[in-house]
């Protein structure tokens, strides 16, 4: 057990999907959760009082018993009160939003979403209490003063623009994470929409151009289908 | 009955019209009744007085005063005709010469109002029965002393025909408002015909019979207004109704090339056991597509709720030169990438939601950078024109024909129908620009001009 990664946090999954429940839990079991998946709401219900479950990925269509009465319960119960909860719905509608969001859900997501997608709101959420700002971040060779906005790799000194340093910032703060370039878009340029994929493409191009053309170790690698990484290892 | 009066115009106006008429033929009777019954009375006022002079002229005769004391009843004889004429005469003093009253009235004596009394000097009284009665007084010679000659009458027959002429005259006023009801239910039903003819065509429109259209022919002035407002909406609703059918069928087809690869490559792959390099080509070969789908659907559904005003506005003023660069700044990396510079301009303040804007200059942007020549500069420009901010994306390119320029803005409308859908775009760029720019209350336009192309945004500032 201590072996795993993350000491393998607790996600119940509820999602009467098959399809969708099966994605879920294999894709967050191979991101190094230890994934519960409950097919309805009073299962699901059961699951989060009876085991240490860490966050609770919920989707607001299910049978019997519907997400928002499965919330209005764990939020009732003192024992899962505290339990960070993401809720899935189809419906884009404002209206539901607002009633996850009151009804004490931490975050949401609209079907369709990037799975990527998904597992970058979790990391969020686990991480709980603000996020202490490296100043200096290690890669490899590389190395980021972020107060100074500096990047070497190695002995050599490279110069990004402001852009240029900004993407980087993000993925090396992130590293080891898969980011959708929709994230990256909205992180690095505040375009909260889904844009051009190109152009988040050419500006990792360009990134890589001065970070690892020159180099024999690459660190941005791509992840086809999916987004990119910052990691030292390249072989995944 | 008193919904029914709110809601039956037939009712209503029937009721008022009735009454209109019940009014006029009951006035009408009124006056005609008045008049008909001082008539009556002033000829009945003459005949008395031409009594009273009857009885002054035989009391004037000769011998007159012998006669009256001798023989009272021949002068009775002499003076009745009617049995209800009463003839009082009395001296100087007060003494009663003679009293001709078979019923035994009593009638009040009025003053003697000379040897030639008017209708002035006639008196009203009752009877005892209750009819009315008239009395006059005058004064007459008889011998050599004079006398006061009364002459009165009841007239219990006028009582009886009045009341019997006022009777006639409601019956007359009832019937013909009864009358006038009738008529005007019927009137109003056949005059209100267009009307149900118009309703009966209204049940019959359908989305497939949206093209009928009300004959206005035999229409009656009034109502034209109205069909024509009717069959205007028709034809908008037509041209709504084409234009969304038209969407649906487009939006299908916009489905079917993405669906259609991904179900093809899919069996292709499974139809032989492959490497796992092919399996994972495929995959991603699917996500691509999928993404695709996704974004179509999101661009779908924005497009929907701005389309019923549902997307709320944060509407903040803006530096529009700010704006403009980081959009540009966004899209560097792709433009260098094609040899492409981008160059902001101008500046004014922009009233806009900046989420909303960046999306909108996001799109013109991508358009922009697609289509500009290799090597050419895009211009980002902003400036005030009056009550309005222009923001403008100016690029060089091949040029667009003047007959795909009014549709660029048109859902999945593509000038260059061989292009393909290779760059990822949904070909709903351009018409959420125009979504966003109508939740604005401005306009999204486009000018070419030989090979420079320019899209703007214009946002009133108000």
């Known amino acids: ?236 | 009955m008193k919904a029914r009066l709110r809601t039956s115009l037939t009712l209503r106006v029937t009721l008022v019209f009735t009454l209109i008429v019940a009014l006029a033929a009951s006035g009408l009777g009124i006056y005609l009744y008045r008049a008909f019954a001082g008539e009556l009375v002033r000829r009945d006022d003459v005949q008395l007085l031409g009594k009273l002079r009857q009885v002054q002229l035989l009391l004037g005769r000769p011998g007159a005063a012998e006669l009256l004391r001798t023989q009272p009843e021949v002068f009775r004889d002499t003076m009745s005709g009617q049995e209800n004429s009463l003839v009082r005469i009395l001296a100087a003093d007060g003494r009663l010469l003679a009293d001709i009253n078979a019923l035994g009235e009593h009638y009040p004596v009025p003053p003697s109002a000379g040897a030639a009394p008017g209708t002035a000097a006639i008196a009203a009284w009752t009877t005892r029965r209750g009819d009315p009665g008239r009395v006059v007084a005058g004064s007459a010679r008889l011998g050599t002393g004079q006398v006061t000659v009364v002459v009165a009458r009841a007239y219990a027959e006028r009582s009886a025909m009045f009341a019997g002429y006022r009777r006639q005259i409601a019956g007359a006023a009832a019937v013909s408002a009864l009358a006038a009801a009738l008529l005007a239910a019927l009137m109003l039903r056949r005059g209100l015909q267009p009307l149900r003819s118009m309703a009966a065509h209204a049940a019959l429109v359908r989305p497939g019979t949206l093209g009928r259209r009300l004959d206005l022919a035999g229409m009656p002035s009034e109502l034209r207004p109205l069909a024509d407002a009717i069959n205007a909406m028709l034809a908008r609703l037509q041209a709504g109704y084409v234009r969304l059918s038209g969407f649906s069928a487009d939006l299908a087809h916009e489905f079917r090339t993405p669906v259609a690869n991904l179900l093809g490559q899919s069996q292709v792959m499974l139809a032989q056991a492959r490497s796992v390099a092919d399996y994972e080509a495929l995959t991603v070969s699917n996500v691509e597509e999928l993404e695709r789908l996704a974004r179509m659907i999101d661009s779908m559904l924005f497009l929907a709720r701005a389309e019923q005003d549902e997307v709320a506005l944060q509407r903040q003023p803006l530096a529009a030169l700010d704006e403009l660069g980081k959009v540009a700044d966004f899209y560097d990396g792709m433009a260098q990438e094609r040899g492409l510079a981008l160059a902001c301009s101008g500046g004014a303040t922009v009233l806009a939601d900046a989420a909303l804007l960046r999306r909108a200059l996001a799109n013109l942007l991508s358009n922009a950078v697609r289509h500009a020549d290799e090597g050419s500069t895009i211009v980002l420009h902003a400036e005030r024109q009056g009550e309005r901010t222009v923001l403008s994306v100016t690029n060089t390119g091949k040029p667009v024909a003047p007959a795909h320029l009014a549709h660029l803005f048109a859902r999945f409308y593509r000038a260059d129908a061989a292009r393909s859908d290779a760059d990822g775009s949904t070909g709903l760029g351009l018409s959420i620009v125009s979504a966003i720019m109508a939740l604005h209350g401005g306009e999204a336009a486009v000018q070419a001009d030989g090979r420079s192309m320019r899209f703007s945004l214009a946002f009133p500032m108000a």
């Open chain 1, 1 to 236: 057990m201590a072996l795993l990664p993350e000491h393998a946090m607790a996600i119940l999954v509820i999602e009467d999907e098959p399809k969708t429940g099966d994605y879920l839990q294999r894709g967050l079991g191979e991101s190094g959760f230890a994934v519960r998946l409950a097919r309805n709401g009073r299962d699901g219900l059961f699951i989060a009082r009876e085991e240490e479950i860490e966050l609770v990925v919920l989707d607001v269509m299910l049978p019997r018993m519907d997400g928002w009465q499965v919330l209005e319960a764990l939020r009732a119960d003192p024992a899962t009160e505290g339990i960070p909860v993401l809720f899935l719905t189809a419906r884009d509608e404002v209206e539901d939003r607002v009633r996850g969001l009151e009804l004490g859900a931490d975050d949401y997501l609209v079907k369709p979403f990037a799975f990527v997608e998904l597992l970058a709101r979790i990391r969020t959420l686990l991480r709980r209490g603000p996020v202490r700002e490296e100043e200096l971040i290690r890669i490899g060779d590389m190395e980021i003063d972020v107060l100074r906005r500096r990047v070497r790799r190695g002995a050599q000194p490279v110069v990004l623009t402001a852009q240029e340093f900004a993407l980087l910032h993000l993925l090396a703060r992130r590293q080891g994470q898969v980011l959708s370039r929709s994230l990256i878009a909205s992180q690095v340029w505040d375009m909260n929409f889904d844009s051009d994929t190109n152009v988040i493409d050419a500006a990792v191009r360009r990134l890589r151009r001065k970070i690892d053309d020159p180099f024999t170790d690459k660190l941005i690698h791509t992840r086809r289908g999916m987004g990119y990484v910052c990691e030292q290892d390249a072989a995944r």
